[in-house]
């Protein structure tokens, strides 16, 4: 049945009526109403430089504590993916915090943390709070029992070091400095001669016990975006995939800047001094 349509006639000429107006006016105002909401939408990205949802975050887990407490959480979750072979982990890594200003010992002496200057052998005070992670191996006096000692292996307990360190600066707030000593048993071999390639005999090994640290202002730029875009891994490499990780050359790089010495001291009022000497970069 066709639809019906009234006329209605005057000075004024004829109007048309159909009884589908008030449809197409809602419709119209729909419309009006979406294209009012886009151009708002579009303002807003614009404002926002162009990011329309909340940033990411800086990683999928944060320590839910502080302090002490806060770093020992965070050992707690990186460690343990840190394997020297599938069944052993890496490293035990325990916690400690050291500050400038205060004494932290069980037996009432200091304990403390001096840098070596390397141009003159004087010592200087580490100023500020230091967290230190003791990163211990499961074997002797904290030797990796797992393996034999490589390159591999060193630059993976550094790229741990370096983990706990963002992780460290990120979520614990008055953390000045980061050290992270490393499982003793490295080696290094010097030439007694001028000897590119030195026949057998003119080297020598000797121990060298390692520490990771790092001031807040060195990471910084790392902590400005997520962790992910620095360690793209799910979980960290293994020993033999370490050296062709994609964060390889990174860690090198880095860690190869804040390598030092370490070696623990008694001074003469008992205090115990964690004696930290630069090494050459690597």
Partial sequence: MPASVTLSSGRGGGRVTSPHSP???????????????????????????????PEPSW???????????????????????YRASPSTQLAIVTVQNVS????????????????????NGTL???????????????GPNCTISTGAPSTARLLLLRREAFELALYTFKYISGVDNFVAILPPGH????????CPKPPSGSTKTSPLDIAVVFQRQDLK??????????????????VTQ???????ELVSVVTGQALFREQSVQAQD???VLVLDPLPSQ
């Fill in 23 to 53: 449809k197409f006016l809602a419709a119209t105002a729909m419309l009006f109403g979406i294209a009012i909401g886009a151009i708002i939408f579009a303002v807003a990205v614009a404002l926002t430089g162009g990011s329309a949802g």
């Fill in 59 to 81: 990683s999928s887990w944060k320590p839910p504590q502080g302090g002490i407490a806060g770093e020992r959480e965070i050992a707690g979750e990186v460690a343990p993916f």
């Fill in 100 to 119: 400038s200003s205060t004494t932290n010992s069980t037996n009432g002496a200091g304990t403390q943390i001096a840098l070596r200057d390397p141009n």
């Fill in 124 to 138: 200087s005070a580490l100023s500020g709070t230091s967290a230190v992670y003791n990163l211990c191996g499961l």
């Fill in 187 to 194: 080696t290094t071999q010097s030439c007694t001669g001028i």
């Fill in 221 to 238: 730029h790392f902590l400005d975006k997520p962790i992910r875009l620095t360690m793209p891994e799910q979980l960290p490499p293994t």
């Fill in 242 to 248: 370490m050296s062709n990780a994609p964060e390889a």
């Fill in 270 to 272: 008992g205090s115990n």
